[in-house]
């Protein structure tokens, strides 16, 4: 889940009047609703889409995809038929929190988004295999990941694609 010291940080970088889109909702959802003036959130889980009211979301399932030749168990990532048809054009920081880590995140890396000159936020960097999708991410885009506490023990990154 994301906290609240990652969401001031890209409340910092980017502004209450940004469009955040968010991949893998939840509790903390509804909190970056509260802070900018626009949410989107592609989520697999129709049981995640907690904040209908406040969040324009995509329910986007999970589908097999061709993995990445680093991460071959990572073969499923959201409907890419259903991004591309339902993903705003106008984001402007993405916020990586899914799909669950036990799926997966490597298909950020293959998936062609709309815009790229964005604020990349990634989540759950602490887990090696996180880590590892946000190091690929930046080195094929050639930046630099910088990585921000979240506890003690926990970790999420920043890509920023801006410059």
């Excluded at 980017?14 to 909190?31: Q, S």
């Excluded at 990532?77 to 799926?103: C, N, Q, R, T």
Aim: charged residues 30%; contains cysteine; aromatic residues 12%.
């Amino acid at each position: 889940m994301i906290n609240k010291v990652m969401q001031d940080a890209v409340l910092e970088k980017v502004g209450a009047d940004a469009h955040v889109l968010e991949l893998g909702a939840g509790e903390g959802t509804g909190r970056l609703a509260d802070m900018f003036s626009k949410v989107t959130a592609v989520e697999h889980n129709e049981k995640w889409m907690l904040y209908p009211d406040r969040v324009n979301y995509i329910y986007a399932p999970l589908v097999d995809v061709v993995s990445h030749e680093r991460f071959p168990s990572h073969d499923k990532w959201y409907d890419h038929k259903i991004l591309d048809e339902s993903l705003p054009g106008d984001y402007d920081a993405v916020i990586v929190d899914g799909p669950p880590g036990y799926i997966g995140r490597s298909g950020v890396i293959n998936y062609g988004f709309k815009r790229k000159a964005v604020l990349w936020v990634f989540d759950d960097v602490w887990r090696q295999g996180d880590f590892r999708v946000m190091g690929l991410f930046a080195k094929e885009r050639g930046r630099v990941a910088v990585l921000h506490p979240s506890g003690r023990t926990r970790w999420w990154g920043e890509i920023d694609c801006r410059k």
